[in-house]
């Protein structure tokens, strides 16, 4: 193994590398900065690995995932159509995603002591139904593999020297490092010395979030809950997306517009998150059935549906909400009450963001090589987690990526050291 000799070279920083072990650094005590920490130790023995994290407290997101129950992944996912649950990066990371899949995840966690069980919708829990014990694994195997955690210790500078590094945290200590490793989340915490090395920061904004209305026939809708629906934004590209819809004070929510939002996230943003939401409320029928439907059985048809979304889609056609002659209305009305009830807009003003919400934005994807998460802006850097511009479906998806990114990173800076 072979040390950097300028590093020992810069002024002023002799005292703080005075031997030939290869360091490594790695900034953000998250899923990422963990499972890279980790790799790297493991793939390079003899090195030395420093986690520095500026919080008290490790692996919090971890800890909240799942609700606390600890989703730490979604079951069978082929790296080949990554593209399919990130709406963000899919594409660019497929050759990371071939190093490390869902079921290196699974093995890695269960042959470490954590028993896995994967809920029917695919996503991946630890058979104690607590977050902790993922939490206890990733600091049982920092602690085997002599990963020195340093908490309450951000990193706050960095200068690239002719080879490797010399970082500054917010306790005002310095140190030198080989290979440097950033995994510091959805903080903005570093975006400047990120421009510093050249990098590119698209600007983060929040990917899962319920819409709000403030339409007069909403306030039929509230307490609703539908299942399943379709939704889609008026007179926009974005696909429609299907599954149950929830509306809670004045907010449309549940599955279908989580994943309207996590894939329309830019759109909205850039719609300033004023746009129409069309509901079809009957997705499995077409106009022409439904509108025979309800001539010969409405009763049968408006039984399906909650009260309050048939007064809604009634208000939107102008109709009456006498519930005495509703079925008789509704027969008489029935080519409008159809169209209604396929495709009801509601104007939508704002947004509020989901308690699990990822951001998007980050390292821009294209400056860093896919399979190595090296840094092509500047030799020595590399990137895991949810610092890069980089998000999935909500399920186990991005503590995927933080897994991924993190054991491809962790493992290139080993091999990048092995062949210096
Ligand atoms: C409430 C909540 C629930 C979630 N639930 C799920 C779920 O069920 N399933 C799922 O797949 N994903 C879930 N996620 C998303 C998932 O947790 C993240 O995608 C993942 O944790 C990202 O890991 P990371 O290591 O990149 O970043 P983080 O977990 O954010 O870790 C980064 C760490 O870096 C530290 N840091 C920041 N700046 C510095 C600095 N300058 N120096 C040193 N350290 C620094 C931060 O304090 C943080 O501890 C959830 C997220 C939240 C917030």
């Known amino acids: 193994m072979t040390c950097l000799p300028s590093l020992h070279k810069m002024a002023g920083m002799n005292d703080l590398k005075q ?15 963990f499972f890279a920490a980790i790799t790297c130790a493991e793939s390079l023995p003899d090195s030395r690995v420093d986690l520095y994290e500026s919080g008290e407290t490790l692996l919090e997101n971890v800890l909240a995932s799942g609700r606390g129950r600890g989703n730490i ?4 996912f082929d790296p080949e159509k990554a593209f399919l649950f990130y709406p963000r990066g899919g594409d660019s990371l497929a050759p990371s995603f071939r190093r490390w899949r869902t079921v290196d995840t699974i093995d890695w966690f269960e042959s470490r002591g954590v028993r896995l069980i994967r809920d029917p919708d695919g996503r991946i829990f630890p058979r104690s139904g607590d977050a902790v014990t993922v939490r206890d694994c990733l600091l049982d195997e920092a602690r085997r593999a002599g990963i020195r955690i340093h908490t309450s210790c951000g990193l706050s500078a960095v200068h690239a020297l002719s080879r490797g590094f010399a970082v500054t945290f917010s306790d005002g200590s310095r140190t030198l490092c080989d290979r440097l490793l950033l995994a510091t989340g959805y903080s903005r915490s570093l975006d400047g010395i990120l ?14 979030f319920a819409l709000h209305t403030s339409d007069p026939r909403a306030g039929h809708l509230e307490g609703v809950n539908v299942d399943p629906v379709s939704v889609r934004v008026d007179g926009q590209a974005l696909a429609a997306q299907e599954g ?50 309800l001539e010969q059985q409405p009763a049968s048809v408006l039984n399906r549906l909650p009260a309050g979304v048939v007064m809604s889609v009634l208000a939107g056609c102008g109709l009456s909400e006498d519930a005495a002659d509703l079925t008789e209305t509704v027969r008489r009305h029935a080519a409008s009450v159809a169209a209604g009830l396929l495709d009801d807009p509601y104007v939508i003003d704002g947004m509020v963001p989901d308690s699990e919400a990822v951001p998007s934005g980050g390292v821009r994807l294209d400056e860093v090589d896919p399979s190595t998460m090296a840094s092509l802006k500047c030799p020595g850097l590399f ?38």
Not at 73 to 76: F, L
Not at 253 to 274: D, E, H, R, V
């Open 383 to 420: 990137f895991a987690g949810g610092i890069l511009d980089l998000y999935g479906l909500s399920g186990g998806f991005n503590l995927q990526s933080a897994w991924t990114t993190g054991w491809v990173a962790g493992k290139s800076m080993g091999q990048d050291i092995l062949t210096v």
């Open 195 to 208: 421009r510093t090395f050249g990098h590119t920061v698209v600007p983060r904004y929040s990917t899962l």
């Open 244 to 293: 149950p819809v929830m509306v809670a004070d004045g907010c449309f929510t549940g599955p279908a517009i989580l994943k309207l939002s996590s894939w329309g996230s830019s759109l909205f943003q850039a719609l300033k998150y004023q746009c129409r939401l069309s509901i079809s409320w009957l997705p499995d029928r077409k106009l022409g059935q439904l509108v025979s439907e």
């Open 19 to 33: 031997d030939d072990t290869f360091r490594v650094v790695v900034a953000g005590g998250g899923a990422a900065g």
């Open 73 to 76: 992944s979604h079951d069978g």
